[in-house]
């Protein structure tokens, strides 16, 4: 059974930071591409940042510079390193692999 549990949202205020931490099990965590997407109030859910097997990132224009993707194939983690975050970044944040989605953690950067 595949569960992904994200962690890590919360209250920030305009231009702090925060880290995503998305744990895997059921899975060969090492062998998986694994993406983060958002989701805003009335919006779409978006790609926001993704990371390969190889340790390749790739990232939504709007947080090129701002956020970081890693992943620790050991401890079957894969992160999410926000820094000078903006209102619009407010959203749940949820990881993703394959067929498989976590429940999400709500980011809420205050102006």
């Known amino acids: 059974q595949v569960q992904l549990v994200e962690s890590g949202g919360g209250l920030v205020q305009a231009g702090g930071s925060l880290r995503l931490s998305c744990a895997a099990s059921?899975?060969?965590?090492?062998?998986?591409?694994m993406v983060w997407y958002r989701q805003a109030p009335g919006n779409q859910r978006e790609l926001v940042a993704a990371?390969?097997?190889?340790?390749?990132?790739n990232y939504v224009d709007s947080v090129k510079g701002r956020f970081t993707i890693s992943r620790d194939n050991a401890k079957n983690t894969v992160y999410l390193q926000m820094n000078s975050l903006k209102p619009d970044d407010t959203a749940v944040y949820y990881c993703?692999?394959?067929?498989?989605w976590g429940k999400g953690t709500l980011v809420t950067v205050s102006s």
């Open positions: 059921g899975i060969i965590f090492s062998i998986y591409d």
């Open positions: 990371i390969t097997s190889g340790g390749t990132t």
């Open positions: 993703h692999v394959g067929r498989f």
